[in-house]
T-cell receptor
Framework: DVKVTQSSRYLVKRTGEKVFLECVQD?????MFWYRQDPGLGLRLIYF???????EKGDIPEGYSVSREKKERFSLILESASTNQTSMYLC????????????FGDGTRLSIL | QKEVEQNSGPLSVPEGAIASLNCTYS??????FFWYRQYSGKSPELIMF????GDKEDGRFTAQLNKASQYVSLLIRDSQPSDSATYLC????????????FGTGTRLQVTL
């Protein structure tokens, strides 16, 4: 089974802090993704990566950056956290090829105070 | 803007009945289609995927795809209270490096 592990299940940070969310997958997947999920808005793609050190912006990249130094690890960075970034953050991974399903981690519920 | 549309529900069905969940998509070039189940407070879990027109069955679940009508559905036979969850439809389009566009989900309630 695919295992996608997110470093924290719950996280509370303060406005202006730099926040790191970590994600590790154990299936040698090429693609990794970061989403946020808010009530009524569904899943929205923040950033994704299709190879080590490669990244592309998703639909809502503003206020976020990412890092992929190793194939199994994909980090989401909130440069200066704001209250409107309070959300559930979901990491996913998939094999390459363009048609493969994504597998999700358990999610991190982030609160910015 | 590629779109995936689902009725938000709730869809209420009695235990043992067939639940029918529907999804329409706007990109005619879409090639792969996925159904995820999400329990409240949990992350999405893949339950079915389909690439070709027609039906694909897996246990109590059947995915149906009609590319001409840009329509994909999920049937759940013999619905159980444990099937109560939000079901997300997701669609992949060519040239998007495995990106998926998700619908906002249909909430299913299976009543005793």
């Amino acid at each position: 089974d695919v295992k996608v592990t997110q470093s924290s299940r719950y996280l509370v940070k303060r406005t202006g802090e730099k926040v790191f969310l970590e994600c590790v997958q154990d299936m040698d997947h090429e693609n990794m993704f970061w989403y946020r999920q808010d009530p009524g808005l569904g899943l929205r793609l923040i950033y994704f990566s299709y190879d080590v050190k490669m990244k592309e912006k998703g639909d809502i990249p503003e206020g976020y950056s990412v890092s992929r130094e190793k194939k199994e690890r994909f980090s989401l960075i909130l440069e200066s956290a704001s209250t409107n970034q309070t959300s559930m953050y979901l990491c996913a991974s998939s094999l390459g090829g363009g048609l493969m399903p994504q597998h999700f981690g358990d999610g991190t519920r982030l609160s910015i105070l | 803007q590629k779109e995936v549309e689902q009725n938000s529900g709730p869809l209420s069905v009695p235990e043992g009945a067939i639940a029918s969940l529907n999804c329409t998509y706007s990109d005619r070039g879409s090639q792969s289609f996925f159904w995820y189940r999400q329990y409240s407070g949990k992350s999405p879990e893949l339950i079915m995927f389909i690439y070709s027109n027609g039906d694909k069955e897996d246990g109590r679940f059947t995915a149906q795809l009609n590319k001409a009508s840009q329509y994909v559905s999920l049937l759940i036979r013999d619905s159980q209270p444990s099937d109560s969850a939000t079901y997300l439809c997701a669609v992949n389009s060519p040239g998007t490096a495995s990106k998926l566009t998700f619908g906002t989900g249909t909430r299913l309630q299976v009543t005793l």
